[in-house]
C-alpha cells in the first residue's frame, strides 16, 4: 500500500477532513491529532508534525492540495519573541516562583491552556535558560527574587551514570600515578644501589692507592 512520510492514503484523507471539519466547528486540531493517534496507535507528536508538514507540502503542489482539501488552511509560523516579550515571559515565571508556583503551573496559566502557545512558551525559556541565563538572574535581582541553587534557578545535579564514571576515571588516574610513582621509586633505587657500589669499588681503590702510596713512601725513605 501507497504511503506518504509513512502514512497510508486512507490515513491522510482521514486525517485531511477530520481537521477541516473542526476548522469550520472552530474546535482545536489537538483534539484532532490526540483522537487520531488513539485510533492508529501513533504518538500525537508525529499526528501533529505530519499534519503541518502536510500542509506545506500540498501549498506547494497543487495536484496534492486538490487531492485532498476543499480548502487548504492557512498555517502560520509564530511570531518570533521580542526583548519585551521575552522580558515579560520571564517576570511572569519569577514571579510565579515568588509564590512558589512551578514553571510549567506558570506557563499554563500564561497560556490559558493553549497547548501550542504553552509549547511556544516552554521552548523560549528553554531557549532563555540556555543561551541567556544573564538575562534572567539580572531580572530576578531587580525583582528581589531569590533564585534556587545553581545556574539561574536550575538545580545542577550530575547523573548517577556521570558521576560512576567520574569515579572511574579519577581511580584509574590515581592509580596510574602511583604505578609511575612505584616505578620512578623503583629506579631510583637501582640507580642509588649502582652508586653505592660505585662508592664502595672507589673507596676500595683509594684504599689500596693510599696503601701502595704508604709503602713507596717508606722505601724511598729507608
Known sequence: MK????FTDDEVAELASAAEQAKINNEKLTVVFEDFAKKHGRAKGSVRNFYYEFIRM???DEELKNKYFKN???VSRPKAF???EEKFLIDKILNGKRQNKSVRRVISELSGGDEKLSLRYQNKYRNIL??????IDKTATEMGVALPAGPSGADVKVPDIIMKQLKTSINKLVDNISRSV???NVEL???????EQENRALTEILKRYNAESFSADRIVTQ
Do not use: F, H, I, V
Not at 504511503?3 to 509513512?6: E, K, V
Not at 540556555?130 to 538575562?135: A, H, Q, R, S
Not at 633505587?189 to 652508586?195: E, I, S, T, V
Open 3 to 6: 504511503t506518504l512520510m509513512g
Open 58 to 60: 500540498c501549498s506547494q
Open 72 to 74: 487548504l488552511p492557512a
Open 82 to 84: 521580542d526583548k519585551d
Open 130 to 135: 540556555k543561551n541567556d541565563p544573564e538575562l
Open 182 to 184: 612505584r616505578d620512578e
Open 189 to 195: 633505587k637501582r640507580k642509588a644501589d649502582l652508586l
